[in-house]
C-alpha cells in the first residue's frame, strides 16, 4: 500500500496508507459510530458528497454483502478507517472492503488515527476535508470551497417505479424519493403497502392524481433549505393525505409547515443514539445520520407537536402535525444497519392511512 494524506480544512495533517482506489478526493469529513453496518453505511445516498470516517477501529472483518446495499451504489466521496481487514470471515460475504471500494472507485485511507481525528471534529465541528498522495503545502482552496451541491437530484430516482408486496395490497403509497434507503421501501411492503416510488420533483398534483392513501418523505443528503422547490410541492401534498417524513423527509416538512433547520456541529451518525419519546417518557436507541436539525420553537406550536427528543444534545427527533395528519421523525426507524426499536412507528402511519388520528 502506498502512502496517503488526510489534509483538514484546519491545516492538520495526517499521514496513512491508501485503500480502496486510488486518487484524490474531497468531501465533507464526517464520522459515524457504528460499530456494524458499514456496507448499508457505504451505499446510504444520505452521505453523498461526503468523506465517512468510521470511530469503530476494524472495518471489513465480514466482507461486503450485496444484499445489505441501501442503494444501488456508494455515494461516499472517500472513507477513513483505523484497519481494514484483508481477509474477511462471513458465510454471506462476496467480496473484500478494498475490492468494493476500488469497484465503485471510492478513495480510502486507513492507519491514521481516527479517535484523535474524531475528537478534532467534536471539538471544532464537520470539515471539509482532502485524501491525497502529494504530501501537502498549506490547505488547498478547492478545500476551502468545497460545498455539497445537488445531492437530492443526483442521488433521487429520476422516473417514477412500483412496488407490488407478497400477496394483496392493502394502501397505496406514494414514496417522495430524496436519496431513498431501500429498507424503508421494505418496510412498507412488510405493511402490506404498494409503493410508487417518484423522482423528488415530482409535482403534487401528479402525486394525487395516484390518489395514494399516503406519502411518504424519504431521507437524503445535503442542507434541507436548498431544496426550495421540493418544499414547495410539500406544502401543496400538506392536509390533503396523510404524510410521514424520515430524515430529511422530516426537515423539508418542517420547512414547509413555517419551520427553520439549523446546522449540527458534527451532526448524529451511528446506530447507538438515545432519543426519549415525550409522551411516555421512554427511551430507544435509534439509528441516525444527519447533519441538520429542525429548531423545533420555529414552529407554530398550533400547528406542530415536539414528539421525541436528543438525550445528548436535546435537539428535535420528532414531530407530529396532528390538524395536517402529517409526522415526522429525524432517526432512522427502518434502522438498517441498527436497532429495531423503532419500527412500531411505521404502524402509526398504517392507522393514519385508515383513518385515524394523531
Known amino acids: 500500500m502506498s502512502k496517503v494524506y488526510i489534509i483538514l480544512e484546519n491545516g492538520r495533517v495526517f ?14 469529513l464526517v464520522f459515524t459510530t457504528g460499530v456494524v ?26 466482507g461486503i454483502i450485496h444484499e445489505d446495499y441501501e442503494s444501488w451504489k456508494c455515494h461516499a466521496n472517500g472513507i477513513v478507517v483505523r484497519n481494514w481487514c484483508k481477509t474477511p470471515s462471513n458465510f454471506r460475504c462476496e467480496e473484500t472492503l478494498d ?9 480510502g485511507i486507513c492507519g491514521v488515527d481516527t479517535r484523535e481525528i474524531t475528537q478534532i471534529i467534536r471539538e471544532t465541528g464537520v470539515m471539509n476535508a482532502m485524501i491525497t498522495s502529494q504530501k501537502p503545502d498549506g490547505v488547498p482552496e478547492e478545500v476551502k470551497s468545497y460545498k455539497i451541491k445537488d445531492a437530492v437530484s443526483e442521488t433521487s430516482t429520476k422516473s417514477p417505479y412500483m412496488i407490488a408486496p407478497k400477496g394483496e395490497a392493502r394502501y397505496s403509497v406514494a414514496l417522495i424519493d430524496y436519496g431513498a434507503k ?83 456541529r458534527y451532526g448524529h451518525r451511528g446506530g447507538n443514539q ?34 421525541y427528543v436528543n438525550l445528548n444534545d436535546n435537539t428535535c427527533e420528532g414531530l407530529d402535525y396532528p390538524s395536517l395528519r402529517a409526522y415526522s421523525l429525524q432517526f432512522h426507524p427502518e434502522a438498517h444497519a441498527g436497532p429495531q426499536d423503532m419500527r412500531s412507528t411505521f404502524e402509526k402511519f398504517i392507522d393514519l392511512m385508515d383513518g385515524g388520528e394523531l
Open 99 to 107: 475490492d468494493f471500494l476500488k469497484t465503485q472507485g471510492v478513495v
Open 182 to 264: 431501500r429498507n424503508i421501501i421494505r418496510e412498507l411492503l412488510s405493511f402490506g403497502c404498494k409503493v410508487t416510488v417518484f423522482p423528488h420533483n415530482t409535482k403534487a398534483d401528479e402525486i394525487l392524481a395516484l390518489k395514494p392513501d399516503g406519502v411518504m418523505l424519504s431521507n437524503g443528503a445535503g442542507d434541507p433549505s436548498d431544496n426550495t422547490e421540493c418544499i414547495q410541492e410539500i406544502k401543496n401534498l400538506l392536509g390533503k393525505v396523510p404524510m410521514f417524513g424520515i430524515c430529511l423527509g422530516h426537515q423539508l416538512l418542517a420547512l414547509a409547515a413555517g419551520g427553520k433547520t439549523e446546522k449540527l
Open 37 to 62: 453496518g458499514y456496507v448499508e453505511t457505504l451505499t446510504d445516498p444520505s452521505y453523498a458528497g461526503q468523506i465517512i470516517m468510521h470511530t469503530f477501529p476494524e472495518m471489513g472483518n465480514y
Open 274 to 307: 438515545p432519543v426519549r419519546e415525550l409522551e411516555s417518557g421512554r427511551v430507544y436507541i435509534t439509528s441516525q445520520n444527519h447533519g441538520y436539525a429542525v429548531v423545533a420553537d420555529s414552529l407554530d406550536s398550533k400547528i406542530a407537536k415536539l414528539s
Open 15 to 28: 499521514e496513512g496508507e491508501s485503500f480502496g482506489a486510488e486518487g484524490e478526493t474531497i468531501g465533507e
